[in-house]
C-alpha cells in the first residue's frame, strides 16, 4: 500500500525555464496525442502533420492503436515550437536532437539558459499566492500549468507542488489566508494534478496501485500527489479519492488484484490505527501497504510501511523495479 506524503526534502525548485536546463532522459511512452497538444501549445493535427512530412517523430502505439509519446519528445516539440516562432523552418531543424535544439535556442536568444518561462521557483510562488489572494483563480491556473511546463510530474508535484502547499497552509494558519482562500488554491492545484495523472497511458499489464485517504480524511491533495507518483513509476493506478471506508478499499484491492495500496493521512482521521490494521489483515501479505502523510509520523502498524516523503516514495517504486541480483 502506497502512503500519500506531502513531506518533502529541502529542495530547490528549478523554474528558470519551460525545461530544465539538462533535458529530459525520459524516453517512456506516456502522453496521449491531446495530452501532447495541451503541454506544448500545438494543435493534435500539428504533430500529425510534422510526423507525417518531417519524419521528425516516430511515436509508439497504445494496445487500441493510439499515439504515445515521451517527455523527451514532449521537449522537442517545445523546443522546435519556439524556434519556428523565432522564423526557423521546420524543415531545417525537425531532425535535430534535444541538445541541439537547445543549443540553437541559446544563440539565437543570447542566453546561457533557455527562457520560455521566465520566472524563478521563488517568482512562481509569489505570483501564484498574489493570485489567489486577489481570487484571480484564472491567472492562478495559468501560472501553476506554466510551471509545469517546466518539470516531469514527479519533479512538478515534489518540486512545485509541495512547497506551494505549504505557503498556502502557513498563511492559512497565520490568518493572512481565509478558508475560501485555502480551498481556491488546492482546487486550482488538485485541477492541475488530475490533468497531469490523464496524460499517463496505464499498460494493461502494469501492476496495480491504488490510492486513497481513510475514513474521516477529507483532503486528498496528498494522496493524488501519491498517485501521480506511482503513475510515473509504470502503475496502473486506480485513485479512489478521499474519505474512503475500510470495507470499500479492501474490496477494491481484492477485486482488482492490487499489488500496492496507498494511503494518505494528513490531518488525525477517526482511528487510523484501526483503520490500517484492519487493512492489513484483510489482505494477502503479498500486497504492500504503505502510509504517510503528517498524520501518521508517530504510528507504527505491523506490515504496514511508512514513507516519510514523496521522494521516498518515488525511491520505494524505484528499488522494487530493479532486477535483483542473483
Not at 478558508?179 to 490533468?195: C, D, K, M, W, Y
Request: aromatic share 6%; proline share 5%; hydrophobic share 45%.
Amino acid at each position: 500500500m502506497v502512503v500519500v506524503s506531502i513531506e518533502s526534502g529541502a529542495r530547490k525548485p528549478n523554474l528558470d525555464g519551460a525545461l530544465p536546463v539538462a533535458p529530459s532522459t525520459d524516453n517512456t511512452p506516456r502522453y496521449r496525442i491531446g495530452a501532447v497538444a495541451k503541454l506544448t501549445g500545438l494543435t493534435a493535427h500539428q504533430l500529425r502533420v510534422w510526423e507525417k512530412r518531417y519524419g521528425s517523430f516516430e511515436p509508439s502505439r497504445s494496445a487500441g492503436g493510439g499515439r504515445l509519446y515521451s517527455h523527451l519528445d514532449v521537449d522537442r516539440f517545445r523546443l522546435i515550437k519556439q524556434l519556428t516562432e523565432l522564423g526557423n523552418s521546420i524543415g531545417q531543424i525537425a531532425q535535430l536532437s534535444v541538445p541541439e535544439l537547445q543549443g540553437l535556442l541559446k544563440k539565437m536568444r543570447g542566453s546561457a539558459v533557455v527562457q520560455s518561462v521566465s520566472v524563478a521557483g521563488q517568482q512562481v510562488r509569489e505570483q501564484f499566492l498574489a493570485a489567489i489572494r486577489e481570487m484571480r483563480t484564472s491567472d492562478a491556473e495559468r501560472i501553476v500549468a506554466h510551471s509545469s511546463l517546466a518539470f516531469e510530474p514527479r519533479a512538478f508535484v515534489i518540486d512545485v507542488l509541495v512547497p506551494l502547499l505549504r505557503a498556502v497552509g502557513a498563511l492559512w494558519e497565520e490568518g493572512d489566508f481565509s478558508i475560501a482562500h485555502e480551498h481556491a488554491a488546492t482546487e486550482v492545484l488538485r485541477s492541475q494534478l488530475g490533468f497531469l495523472m490523464r496524460t499517463y497511458a496505464q499498460p494493461a499489464d502494469a501492476p496495480i496501485a491504488i490510492v486513497a485517504t481513510p475514513s474521516g480524511e477529507l483532503h486528498g491533495l496528498g494522496a493524488l500527489s501519491a498517485a501521480l507518483i506511482a503513475a510515473g513509476n509504470s502503475q496502473r493506478v486506480i485513485y479512489l479519492g478521499p474519505n474512503v471506508p475500510v470495507e470499500d478499499l479492501l474490496n477494491s484491492a481484492r477485486s482488482s488484484g492490487a499489488s500496492t495500496v496507498l494511503v494518505s493521512i494528513l490531518c488525525s482521521a477517526h482511528d487510523p490505527v484501526t483503520y490500517l490494521s484492519e487493512l492489513r489483515l484483510g489482505l494477502s501479505e503479498q500486497v504492500q501497504i504503505l502510509m504517510g502523510g503528517a498524520a501518521t509520523a508517530r504510528l507504527e502498524i505491523a506490515g504496514v510501511q511508512r514513507l516519510g516523503s514523496l521522494d521516498a516514495l518515488n525511491d520505494w517504486f524505484q528499488r522494487r523495479a530493479r532486477p535483483r541480483s542473483s
